[in-house]
């Protein structure tokens, strides 16, 4: 794998998380607020996927796609390295589905 990042790349890198660090809100353990409510860990909003996405460094990137996409209301993010099929996914959905328990999966919904 190629480690090294470009200019163009590093400066992408480094205004997401200066925008998420001037604007997100921590809370707890559990969650993180921006545009979106408190994040669920452990849980999932299984269903009405519109969109997916591949190697996403962070929850944080995935909520950014989901506020960023006008059809998005809710979106989930997987995170266990044990799983490579889904490691670093994005899937942003069209309504709230039911949440239901996941292990590794980072979900939330986008205030409106």
Not at 23 to 51: M, P
Not at 73 to 85: F, G, I, M, P, T
Request: proline share 2%.
């Amino acid at each position: 794998m190629n480690y090294i990042l470009n200019k163009k790349q590093l400066g992408v890198k480094l205004l997401f998380t200066i925008v998420f660090l001037h604007f997100s809100r921590v809370y707890g353990q559990y969650g993180l607020k921006y545009g979106f409510n408190v994040g669920i860990y452990q849980h999932d909003y299984f269903g009405g996927d519109i969109k997916e996405f591949t190697n996403i460094e962070s929850p944080l990137v995935c909520a950014l796609l989901c506020y960023n996409h006008s059809e998005c209301r809710a979106w989930s993010y997987k995170l266990c390295e044990n799983d490579q099929q889904y490691y670093k996914y994005c899937w942003l959905k069209s309504y709230v589905p039911a949440l239901t328990a996941a292990d590794c999966v980072w979900t939330s919904t986008r205030e409106t």
